[in-house]
């Protein structure tokens, strides 16, 4: 599974309680659509760590890194690399 | 220190004329002096006139913490409107209700708010839609008012006299939809209120606050008005969500303050190293929102050597404000809310409602010029809470030896997650909805980030099954993001006692 697909997963399942591919658009951003809050960010940190092996760091948690599932798919491109 | 004008508008007009050019607010898009907003203040309180408003008239509003959302609270103030601002994160459902209940004739909304083709589609038509933001919104429809047609408008600001009796505010606290609790304060309440917090914060014009705290919820509310009655700056930042980002701010715009809820403290000790930050211009902390773990207080102390730590405790009931613990007495009253604060007086009652001695626990009682009028349109649950001019909080406690409280609990079974009060009856009313549903309970859980997290137990009719998630997705199309509950248990049947009562205490376990 693509990383993409492996986030919008997670946010389908966690946060819009759906399979319904057509309710999250990837530009989609997190906090104006009201789709996640602070301590949801939080949580998806948490699942970005554990599932691809990643720390982010305090100076990264920043909307453009996090913000959307197409900012958190060039995040951890850029992370690998 | 001296006592504020009548009310808190007199004493804002008195903070423009002595700092007009001093920073009043800076949000995201733009940085206010006292002299803009008060030109701001004008238009609006110029339209309202014009529309027809009259003294003791409602006017809704639900935008995000910004310039306008104070100059829109002002402006009503101005001409003798009572405020009603409601939650951002409520669905169309809540707001068109709360709007309703109210009987308030203008809603100014947030030009993106996500909910505001519902709304609009909803809402009685002879109430009067007004578009906030310089953006542009593109659901507007004919009724809505533009803000450029505001800002186009050019007028003093109109004198309106008002008396400590008139109502100022209403602010809706979390009710069942049937029966929305709409806490009334008046100019004297919030005069009141705001004269004792400012007299134990010290708060000046020289004093600035980074504000992360909702200005529609009392807290918020408290912070918005103590600093534009003393000429002070507030700096918004509207997400905890970066809290880099915040922490960024705070060392930015050397601020001399910052406010939060147990959880926000929780945050951001969690995911930043506060000692890598220059906070040295921080003068003082305070927390209210619910009982922090004095654990959490001892690490935020020792994060911030230099800074007061004030905890506080209230209620929206009374203005915001009832409690604080002196900096100083930090260590010496661990994990006490404090005193009383100025001008308002505190008791301890037992059942019997005699006062209860050192170590004994009964209901913490309020009375001062800062309790409210009551609730909006309910006599009956207002002669539940206020007896005899006093505030029953339905907060349990002791006091010790020298009168210092420590909170015990609650009677009442409100459900406190981060900074949201929220009502469980709420919550199963929108579950009981799902057809396959029996009956449920919904209670809160501890959890060391927001204090308490929702859960709902949910019993099915027979033969029947059900995903959680369906449970989880239809409370997100029908309550704020907030008030949905983070875990699902299913169980063959609720705890109740002889009588039938759910015995919530054993689900909370």
Redesign the interface.
């Known amino acids: 599974m693509s990383s993409e697909a492996k986030i919008r997963n997670y946010i389908l ?1 966690n946060y ?3 399979d319904d591919e057509s309710a999250l658009d990837s530009a989609d951003s997190f ?4 789709i ?7 949580e998806v940190i948490y699942f970005l760590e554990d599932e691809f092996e990643i720390k982010v760091e ?2 990264e ?3 453009e890194n ?1 913000d959307s599932v197409n900012n958190i798919v060039s995040f951890i491109e850029r992370k690998r690399q | 220190m001296a006592s504020l004008p009548t009310t808190l508008f007199d004493h804002f007009k008195t903070t423009v004329n002595k700092y007009p050019d001093s920073l009043a607010i800076a949000d995201n898009k733009q940085r206010a002096s006292y002299q803009d907003l008060f030109e701001c203040v004008g238009k609006i309180s110029q339209y309202l006139l014009e529309s027809g408003l009259k003294k003791g008239d409602r006017v809704s509003l639900v935008i995000t913490n910004s310039v306008e959302y104070a100059a829109v609270f002002y402006g009503i103030w101005a001409v003798g409107g009572v405020t009603v601002a409601l939650n951002t994160q409520a669905k169309a459902k809540d707001i068109i209700n709360w709007v309703g209940h109210s009987d308030a004739k203008w809603l100014f909304f947030d030009e993106r708010h996500p909910e505001f083709k519902a709304i609009a589609a909803e809402i009685k038509s002879d109430i009067e839609l007004i578009s906030v933001g310089r953006g542009g919104s593109d659901d507007q429809t004919d009724r809505v008012v533009s803000w450029q047609q505001i800002l186009d408008l050019t007028a003093p600001v109109p004198t309106t006299s008002l008396i400590p009796s008139d109502l100022a505010s209403i602010i809706y606290t979390s009710g069942t939809t049937g029966h929305p609790k709409g806490v009334t304060l008046s100019h004297g309440n919030l005069s009141a209120n705001i004269d004792s917090i400012l007299s134990y914060l010290e708060l000046t014009e020289r004093d600035s606050i980074l504000n992360v705290l909702p200005f529609y919820y009392s807290y918020g509310n408290s912070i918005l008005h103590t600093h534009l009655a003393v000429g002070g700056s507030l700096i918004l930042e509207n997400s905890l969500a970066y809290p880099h980002r915040v922490m960024e701010k705070m060392v930015n715009e050397a601020v001399t303050g910052f406010s939060g809820v147990p959880s926000t403290f929780a945050l951001l000790l969690g995911r930043v190293n506060i000692k890598d930050y220059d906070l040295s211009m921080l003068r003082y902390i305070t927390q209210a929102g619910g009982a922090m773990a004095p654990a959490l207080a001892d690490k935020l102390s020792s994060a911030l050597p230099g800074t007061e730590l004030f905890i506080m405790y209230g209620q929206t009931e009374a203005g915001a404000r009832l409690t604080y613990l002196p900096p100083k007495m930090l260590k010496e009253k661990r994990g006490s809310i404090g005193i009383a604060i100025p001008n308002t007086t505190i008791e301890v009652r037992s059942k019997e409602g005699t006062v209860t001695q050192p170590g004994e626990t009964g209901e913490i009682c309020a009375s001062g010029k800062n309790i409210m009028q009551g609730y909006w349109k309910d006599n009956e649950k207002t002669a539940e809470i206020i007896k005899n001019g006093w505030l029953y909080t339905g907060d349990l406690a002791h006091t010790d030896a020298d009168g210092y409280l420590y909170i015990d609990g609650r009677s009442s079974d409100m459900i406190k997650s981060g900074a949201n009060r929220i009502s469980p009856k709420e919550i199963e009313e929108v579950i009981q909805e799902i057809d396959q549903v029996l009956e449920v309970a919904v209670v809160g859980c501890p959890d060391e980030m927001l204090g308490e997290v929702i859960k709902a137990y949910v019993v099915l009719k027979k033969n029947n099954s059900l995903e959680k998630r369906v449970i989880q997705h239809h409370c997100k199309s029908n309550l704020a993001l907030y008030k949905i509950p983070k875990t699902i248990e299913f169980i063959e049947e609720l705890p109740k006692t002889a009588s039938g009562k759910i015995q919530k205490f054993l689900l909370q376990k």
Do not use: A, R
């Open positions: 399942e819009l309680f759906t906090l104006d659509k009201g996640l809050d602070s301590t949801g960010i939080l305090d100076t948690m920043v909307p996090l």
